[in-house]
């Protein structure tokens, strides 16, 4: 499912900014961009998000930026000076050369000094921040599932309109394939054994009979309601129902001896295809 959120935190000397991103994916896939200060929190952060999450391509980016104040973050002056030499003598020799940025700078490993007891506060920041964020992200996702669900169910309707439709029809397929039977017999001017004549007739009538199909595809229609109504996730779920319902329309198809028949399995399979592709979207 998709989404995006974003939550801050603005201190006397630093300020981070989490932005979340989370697009369709059929697994849990999740990458975070951290400033190499704080690149120690990463794997919990990756804990938190599969603990909530089930589906999707998290990407996580964390900006840190350190604001002109008392200076109580413990900076690697001697690095620092080191740094900007190089950068100094990589300059006069490549003039076209950027220069580092501050970000740069910050992001430079050791730069912070990991004993540093700001340091571990902004660790502890950074990760209630995060959580903030995530949920900022799951309600987003939350409310992409709620217009999901009213599309899945409407075409779930759908189906089974369908089913109720063809039901009628279904009941009268046997004596439909017996009468066409008769009237290709009948048009051949040939006389067949009644015996051997009544033998064709219910193997034919067995293979035209398609209410088991709309038997099936009422209980998948009711399973798929259900599961939309109950708690998720329900992505792998659904996907599997879809499955069944396109079975049950291909075999429909297959029985076909009338229009009406053939007609409803295209239209099935239709509408099964709109809700695989809504299922790809759900966790």
Avoid at 253 to 263: D, N, P, Q, R, V
């Amino acid at each position: 499912m998709t989404g995006f959120s974003r939550a801050e935190h603005k201190a006397t000397d630093y300020h981070l900014v989490w932005e979340l991103k989370s697009v369709n994916h059929r697994y849990l896939e999740t990458a975070f961009r951290l400033p190499e200060s704080l690149r120690s929190i990463e794997r919990s952060l990756r804990d938190k998000a599969r603990g909530l999450l089930a589906r999707g391509k998290l990407d996580a980016s964390l900006k840190l930026d350190l604001l002109p104040s008392t200076g109580t973050l413990n900076i690697d002056t001697g690095l620092l000076d080191t740094l900007l030499q190089s950068a100094e003598q990589i300059g006069a020799k490549v003039p076209a050369a950027a220069p580092l940025t501050q970000h740069q700078l910050l992001s430079w490993p050791g730069i912070l000094g990991s004993s540093n007891t700001v340091l571990t506060h902004l660790e502890t920041t950074a990760i209630e921040l995060f959580d903030e964020a995530l949920q900022q992200l799951l309600a987003a996702r939350g409310e992409e599932g709620s217009g999901l669900h009213d599309i899945i169910a409407s075409a779930l309707t759908s189906i089974g309109e369908q089913v109720a439709a063809l039901e009628p029809i279904a009941a009268e397929l046997p004596a439909l394939q017996q009468r066409k039977l008769q009237q290709r017999v009948d048009e051949l001017a040939t006389k067949i054994d009644a015996d051997r004549m009544a033998q064709e007739i219910v193997l034919l009538a067995q293979k035209a009979d398609v209410r088991e199909e709309l038997d099936r595809l009422k209980i998948h229609v009711e399973q798929g309601m259900q599961l939309i109504s109950g708690p998720g996730p329900h992505g792998r779920r659904l996907d599997f129902l879809t499955q069944e319902l396109n079975r049950e329309a291909n075999t429909l198809g297959a029985k076909a001896i009338c229009s009406e028949t053939s007609s409803a399995s295209i239209e099935l399979k239709i509408i099964v295809e709109q809700i695989r592709e809504q299922v790809q979207n759900i966790e």
